[in-house]
Structures are given as structure tokens and as C-alpha cells.
């Protein structure tokens, strides 16, 4: 579902389950995504990885695609595995149907080979995404952001895509149909089996 009332990311779709605010009834079982654009503000009271809180690093973005996924009834280390599956779909999707270049996945990082200016320096690569996995109330949430203009607070790594509107739109649907195809199959795949 691509949501348009959400004005800022701020860290709480990592923090409280959210599927049923948007979904009510037709909350899916194996797992539900929303997709939103919106600036990226997640200060240091508002992490939770425990890196970026030591450093005291707030996350950033002027304008981001944001993918929010709850699913339920997994541990903490299948969400990370799934993150890491998902962030290498939507990469993929972004370098090759979008940016026209080559992608690298580096843990949850999508770093993007493309040369770029970005604050008045000229890059040959950056990374795309913020993102984190959180586990809340029997659920693994997961946050990513695809950094459209990543803007000045940003970190220094971070690469803007400038995804034109319509593109931003589109790689929105695509990624929440990849969310649900996915989970799709892996259920089937763990229904199939005879005990």
C-alpha cells in the first residue's frame, strides 16, 4: 500500500507494529509492507542500532522512498535475512531499471556505482539506503529508505538517486509486489513440505 499521509520518517515504524493502522481487516497473516515519500528525521533518542547511537549519528534525508514491512511470527535473525533479501531486490530494481548501472548489496547497504554530485563533490559510488530491522511484540519490522536527495544532514556516503516522481512511484509498486511475491513463495515453500 502506498501511503500519502505520512509527512516525516522518524524511526517509530521500527518501534510499534503498524500493519493493522493501515490495513485493518485485510491485514495479511505472512506479512504487510507500506511504501511512502517523505523526508527521513530519526534522531539520536530515536535509534535503535546500538553503532549509530554510540556515535551519536542521526539518520537523514531531505527526500526518501520509504518501505516499512512488518511480519509476524519470525525471530530476529530470519528478519535480518529477510531485510537482506528484500534490500538486494529493491537494489537490484533500482540500479537496473532505473539508474542504468552497477549495484553492490554490502550487508543491508545498497551502494549505488554511478557517478554523481553530491554537495559539490563529485562521487563514483555512494549508498542509497538507510536502514534497520527491529523485533516488536512477535513481529520483525523493517525499515528501508531510498535516499532521493540524501541533502546536506546526510552522511557523506550517502547517494542521491534524484528519481524523477513518476519513477519514485514505480519503484514503489514494484518493491511491494517483490515484498509479497516473495513471502509468498517462502510460504508456499514451507507449506509444501511432508512431515
Do not use: W
Amino acid at each position: 500500500m502506498i501511503v500519502e499521509k505520512i509527512s516525516v520518517y522518524d524511526g517509530t515504524y521500527l518501534r510499534r507494529r503498524f500493519a493493522y493502522d493501515h490495513f485493518l481487516d485485510k491485514t495479511q497473516p505472512i506479512g504487510n509492507i507500506i511504501a511512502f515519500r517523505s523526508p527521513i528525521k530519526v534522531d539520536v533518542k530515536s535509534l535503535i542500532d546500538k553503532d549509530l547511537i554510540i556515535k551519536g549519528m542521526p539518520l537523514c534525508s531531505d527526500d526518501a522512498i520509504n518501505l516499512c514491512l512488518e511480519i509476524p511470527n519470525i525471530n530476529m535473525f530470519s528478519g535480518v535475512c529477510f531485510q537482506r533479501l528484500f534490500n538486494s531486490g529493491v537494489g537490484n530494481m533500482l540500479a537496473s531499471e532505473f539508474l542504468k548501472c552497477d549495484v553492490e548489496i554490502d550487508g543491508p547497504n545498497i551502494i549505488i556505482h554511478k557517478e554523481c554530485e553530491d554537495r559539490g563533490i563529485i562521487k563514483t559510488r555512494g549508498v542509497a539506503s538507510i536502514t534497520d530491522v527491529n523485533m516488536v511484540d512477535n513481529a520483525v519490522l523493517i525499515h528501508t529508505g531510498i535516499h532521493i536527495s540524501a541533502g546536506e544532514h546526510a552522511l557523506t556516503t550517502s547517494y542521491s538517486t534524484k528519481l524523477s516522481d513518476d519513477q519514485c512511484i514505480i519503484l514503489m509498486r514494484k518493491s511491494i509486489e517483490f515484498f509479497y511475491g516473495v513471502l509468498h513463495e517462502i510460504f508456499v515453500e514451507t507449506s509444501k513440505k511432508v512431515n
